[in-house]
C-alpha cells in the first residue's frame, strides 16, 4: 500500500445519505426495462477494495476502480453516485465476514470483548486505508448493524445501561484504533525509509547516551535493559488492563443491584 501521508483523506456519511442506504440495503426502485446489466454493485465495491489495499484510498477514483473492471468511469455512475457513496460500501464490505466470532451467550462478555478487539486489530490490518477514513459518523449498512446486534447480545449480561453498554464498545474500538494505527504508522515508515523500527532507534543510541545523563534524566537513565523489548507486548496489555477495569466496575454494578456495598 502506498500512503499519502497520515492525514485522513475521506468521511464517511459525505455523500447522497438516503441513496447510499438504498444501495446498502437493496431497497431502491430497479429497472424492469432494458438489457441487463454488465456489471453488479459487489463487483464494483471489491474493485474498490482491492485498489485501495494495495494502492491506498487515495487511489481510489472512479476512473481508476472503471480500469480494474475494464471498463470506462462513465460506466459505473449506473450504479454508484460518485465516490463518496462508493465509500460508504467498501467501509460495509470491508466488515461483511463475521468479525466477532459466534458463539454461546454464556454470559462472558470479557471473552467477547476480548474477541471484539481482536478482530478489530485484524480488520485494520488487512485494511490499512481503514485508519484514514474519518468514521466518525456512520452510515449504518447490514454490516454495521449485523455486528453491533452480536456485540450487544454477548455483553449484555455485563447489567449495564444501554447507554453503558455502547459506551464500553466505543471505548474497545477507540484503543483497538490507536493500537492498530501505530502499529501500521511504524509499518509504512520502514517501508519508507528502509530502516526497520529497531534499526531506527539503535541509530539513535550514540547520541542518547551521551546527553541521556543520570542528573537529567534519573529514572530514564536506570530503565531496565527490556524496557523497550519488541517482545512486549502493549497491546495485549493494555487489553487486559481495560478489561480488568471494566470487570471491576460490572462488579460493582452487581453490588448495588443486591444492595451490597
Do not use: C
Request: charged share 25%; proline share 7%; no cysteine.
Amino acid at each position: 500500500m502506498t500512503s499519502g501521508g497520515n492525514k485522513m483523506t475521506d468521511t464517511s456519511g459525505s455523500g447522497d445519505i438516503v441513496r447510499t442506504l438504498e444501495l446498502l440495503w437493496d431497497t431502491g426502485r430497479r429497472p424492469s426495462r432494458g438489457p441487463k446489466p454488465a456489471l453488479t454493485l459487489d463487483q464494483i465495491v471489491e474493485a474498490a477494495v482491492r485498489v485501495a489495499d494495495t494502492e491506498g484510498l487515495e487511489a481510489v477514483s472512479m476512473r481508476r476502480v472503471g480500469a480494474e473492471l475494464g471498463t470506462g468511469a462513465m460506466s459505473l455512475y449506473r450504479y454508484v453516485p460518485g465516490k463518496a457513496e462508493l465509500l460508504d460500501l467498501m467501509l460495509d464490505r470491508v466488515q461483511r465476514p463475521p468479525e466477532i466470532p459466534e458463539g454461546p451467550d454464556d454470559g462472558d462478555w470479557r471473552s467477547a470483548l476480548d474477541a471484539m478487539a481482536r478482530a478489530t486489530l485484524a480488520l485494520y490490518r488487512r485494511h490499512p486505508w481503514l485508519l484514514h477514513v474519518n468514521q466518525s459518523r456512520p452510515i449504518l449498512g447490514p454490516s454495521a448493524l449485523d455486528s453491533m446486534e452480536r456485540v450487544l447480545a454477548r455483553i449484555r449480561p455485563m447489567g449495564l445501561s444501554d447507554p453503558e453498554l455502547v459506551s464500553v464498545i466505543i471505548l474497545i474500538d477507540s484503543y483497538v484504533v490507536g493500537a492498530a494505527r501505530t502499529q501500521v504508522y511504524q509499518e509504512e515508515a520502514e517501508r519508507r525509509t528502509g530502516l526497520t523500527t529497531t534499526e531506527f532507534f539503535e541509530a539513535q543510541v550514540p547520541v542518547l547516551e551521551k546527553v541521556m545523563t543520570p542528573d537529567r534524566y534519573p529514572i530514564m537513565a536506570n530503565l531496565s535493559e527490556d524496557t523497550w523489548s519488541p517482545d512486549f507486548d502493549h497491546f495485549e496489555f493494555g487489553l487486559q488492563r481495560i478489561l480488568d477495569g471494566l470487570d471491576v466496575f460490572v462488579s460493582q454494578r452487581a453490588r448495588e443491584r443486591t444492595g451490597d456495598t
